[in-house]
């Protein structure tokens, strides 16, 4: 998979250089290329923006640095992928529907196409604009984008980036404004840190154990919508705090059945409108008791 982030701190990143992902890129996974947005103005100043039309407090970021930003990444990237895979008469037209299959922009063979190794790489990037405004996103985005061979971050700082660089490219491609969450961050930085995380970890081969994101919280499945129990290590008493004494038993099915207990307690602590969106279906008598 291919990753562009541009922002106007690429120092923010250097986390993508350690631990998972950096091993992910290191093996060639991950293709990781951060750009200063600053190397497309054209002023001394190398100014980036501008004061609001309507008036208003803050900035706004000027929308003809990022629309060279933009056009000169998917120039490099299409140069790499090859001609042919350049101007392909394939691509998807733009997706009016924000929660649609992660079909768009993708010319053949698609997004579940092999990270690496495969077929050339579409001639477009599926756009991701990090925004406190945008859809919420959740494990089921994090495992759509992962199917994705290329992505382009665009990191907005300020009040955020003229809103006709949306319009431009989702006329041509996907583009997806996308909130890590209901708070307010300087800029889109951290929260491109965040989605780079979620999905780096989900691309075959970068978790050492297949099965660790099976059984994550949010992950599909039986225990979709239920958050993960605790969890206990050696040694069995620790300051006078007992492990569990079923996870010591040695019965499976004892032990399976408290860890779905404690999973539905915590979600229904800690998240009682997951536990209200559980299908009653998937709960047998002894959940209803809990
Ligand atoms: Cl994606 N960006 C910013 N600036 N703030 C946020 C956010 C994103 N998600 C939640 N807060």
Redesign the pocket.
């Known amino acids: 998979m291919r990753l562009d982030i541009v922002s106007i701190f690429p120092e923010y990143f250097s986390p993508l250089d350690v631990s998972l992902i950096g091993k992910a890129r290191e093996r060639g996974t991950l293709d990781v290329r951060v750009h200063q947005l600053r190397d497309w103005t054209h002023d001394v100043h190398k100014t980036v923006d501008d004061t609001p039309y309507g008036g208003g407090p803050g900035m706004v970021m000027k929308p003809e640095v990022w629309g060279e930003a933009i056009d000169a990444i998917i120039a490099d990237g299409a140069a790499a992928n090859g001609p042919a895979a350049d101007a392909s008469p394939t691509d998807a037209p733009p997706t009016g529907s924000p929660g649609a299959p992660a079909t768009g922009g993708s010319a053949a063979p698609g997004p579940t196409a092999p990270a690496t190794g495969g077929p050339a790489a579409p001639a477009t990037p599926r756009i991701i ?4 405004s ?1 859809r919420p ?1 959740t494990q089921e985005i994090a495992q759509e984008l992962a199917a994705e061979p290329w992505l382009l971050f665009a990191c ?2 300020y009040e955020g980036i003229d809103s006709r660089v949306m319009r431009e490219y989702g006329a041509r491609m996907r583009v997806d404004e ?11 930085e ?3 840190l965040v ?1 780079v995380e979620a999905v780096g970890r989900l691309l075959p081969g970068v978790l050492g154990n297949v099965h660790s994101a099976v059984d994550d919280s949010f992950a599909p499945g039986a225990m979709r919508n239920l958050l993960e129990g605790p969890v206990y290590t050696k040694p069995p008493v620790w300051r006078g705090h007992e492990v569990p004494e079923v996870l010591l038993s040695g019965h499976h099915g004892r032990i399976a059945r408290w860890r779905r207990d404690e999973a539905l307690r915590r979600t229904v602590a800690n998240r009682p409108e997951l536990a209200a969106a559980i299908d009653p279906e998937t709960l047998d008598k002894h959940d209803r008791k809990l």
């Open positions: 604009v990090p925004t406190p945008g996103f907005g700082r996308l909130s890590i969450g209901d708070y307010v961050l300087a800029g889109g951290v929260a491109v989605m």
